[in-house]
């Protein structure tokens, strides 16, 4: 056969286009949203293989009526949509699937053709997020990593005229190794409203409502907890401290920001490396402050006199609650509320504010318990955040008691209300006192973001 007659090689299949979404909340949801760093590490390695990307974090601009129907449209005229139910900083306490749900409903109805979901609910239930959302194929584990190998296994299928598949990767969760971590590109910031990203942070001492970096520099968490969805898994991947100190140093010189969030769930689990990437800011001459967030038996004082040098403002600890029987339902009995309050001192005494995570309506809660948490809020003046304990599948305490995820149900087990505190045997009804207590607490970190924002609101 010459040359004239020898069928050409099959051509390598188009590039698809992709449209990244954040869905939109119910009005007043959220004090503020963090950067979505996850979905802009995504929208970074899309771009690196060629496929043409657009972001839409619809959480910032609710979509309505006519002009949100064209945005939807818009959208919807990708190749492949991929839907995140939560990005990184809502990985681990994930939220309702509602939004995620009506959002698939709105870009289907819009004309969408191919839609993925991404996140810890398609993470932690792949086959059950698929039903519960109706999209096409649910995307497992680390979505910078598992979207780009998506897209490209999608163009083939296209090509050869094959269904996409129904979950990516077809088998287990993507997990990015350490090299693969170190060779991860900056997030696509430039393809979101950096100014309007927000979290707490410190100004002159005081707690704010203000413009905010989010950084992950190290992933997976080795201690897990029960009540705690480790999206991330249980091993420790560590990023180089270079590569953590470059996009530091993009955040503030490109988009002036100075206020940063690190995600890493344990910052000072290496304080080796902790300490490193403190002297790194210094040596760079940054100017920044931040936050981060660890446990309380991971503290060392001389790493932590080298974080309050290089701009560490505020640490979150993992308190839960002082009473030792919640702390021990929890998985985290070994900590002692001597432990508590040493790490609170040992913090304070480098000038470093202590923020505390705590929990409550967990089974064994009762009058008692709540009135030792608001005891000891009250004496240690730390500042604050309230949750109330729910079960998420993919934990050790989902999987001790099982939960409704019937197929009428779903998801939807994580939008189920009730007369009582939590799974606690306590009535809302009764406990307004506790209530008033949390309501009108100045340390309580949502009241300080809402009086912010209410300050800063045009008149």
């Known amino acids: 056969m010459n040359a004239e007659t020898a069928a050409s090689p099959p051509s390598p299949p188009t590039p698809l286009t992709v449209a990244l979404v954040l869905p939109a909340e119910p009005p007043g949801t959220n004090n503020f949203h963090q950067v979505p760093i996850g979905s802009l590490y995504t929208a970074g390695r899309l771009r690196d293989r060629g496929m043409a990307v ?7 601009n ?4 006519p002009e949100g129907a064209e945005t939807y449209r818009e959208i919807a005229a990708a190749d492949l949509v991929v839907v995140f139910s939560a990005d990184y900083d809502l990985a681990q306490c994930y939220p309702s699937l509602g939004p995620t749900v009506e959002c698939v409903r709105l870009l289907r109805a819009a004309g969408a053709r191919r839609i993925a979901c991404a996140g810890s609910h ?4 792949p086959e059950l997020t698929r039903r519960h959302t109706g999209c096409d194929t649910v995307v497992v584990g680390e979505f910078e990593f598992a979207v780009p190998d998506l897209a490209a296994e999608l163009a083939a299928r296209l090509a050869a005229r094959e269904p996409a598949p129904e979950r990516w990767p077809l ?14 590109g ?10 309007r990203y927000f979290s707490e ?3 002159d001492g005081q707690l704010d409502r203000v413009n905010s970096g989010l950084v992950l520099a190290n992933r997976g968490c080795p201690f897990g907890c029960d009540f705690c969805y480790l999206f991330f898994g249980r091993r420790l991947r560590r990023r180089p401290v270079a590569a953590t100190l470059a996009e530091l140093r993009t955040l503030r010189e490109e988009y002036g920001i100075r206020h940063f969030f690190f995600l890493d769930y344990t910052f000072t689990v290496d304080n080796e490396w902790a300490a490193a990437l403190s002297d790194g800011i210094l040596e760079l001459g940054l100017d920044i402050s931040w936050i981060c967030q660890t446990r309380v038996d991971c503290l060392d004082d001389a790493t932590l006199a080298r974080m309050r040098r290089a701009g560490c403002a505020g640490i979150w600890l993992g308190v839960e609650s002082p009473d030792i029987e919640q702390r021990r339902y929890l998985g985290k009995g070994r900590i002692g509320f001597e432990d508590i309050q040493r790490a609170v001192e040992l913090i304070r005494s480098h000038d470093i504010n202590v923020l505390a995570f705590v929990m409550v309506g967990l089974p064994n809660e009762t ?3 709540l009135a030792s948490l608001n005891s000891w809020l009250s004496e240690s003046r730390v500042y604050y955040s309230l949750s109330t304990f729910q079960r998420r599948l993919g934990t050790p305490l989902a999987a001790e008691r099982g939960i409704d995820v019937t197929p009428e149900n779903g998801w939807g087990y994580l939008d189920h209300r009730t007369d009582h505190l939590g799974e606690s045997e306590l009535r809302r009804a009764d406990l307004g006192a506790f209530f008033a207590f949390h309501d009108t607490s100045p340390t309580r970190v949502a009241n300080v973001m809402r009086r912010r924002l209410a300050e800063r609101a045009p008149s």
């Open 54 to 60: 657009a972001f839409h974090d619809l959480r910032l």
């Open 62 to 65: 609710r979509p309505e009526g």
């Open 122 to 125: 398609a993470t932690a239930d």
């Open 171 to 184: 088998t287990g969760s993507r997990l990015a190794d350490e090299d693969e971590l170190a060779a991860l």
């Open 186 to 195: 900056p997030p696509a910031y430039d393809l979101a409203p950096m100014r």
């Open 201 to 203: 942070g410190f100004v």
């Open 367 to 369: 009058e008692a318990s």
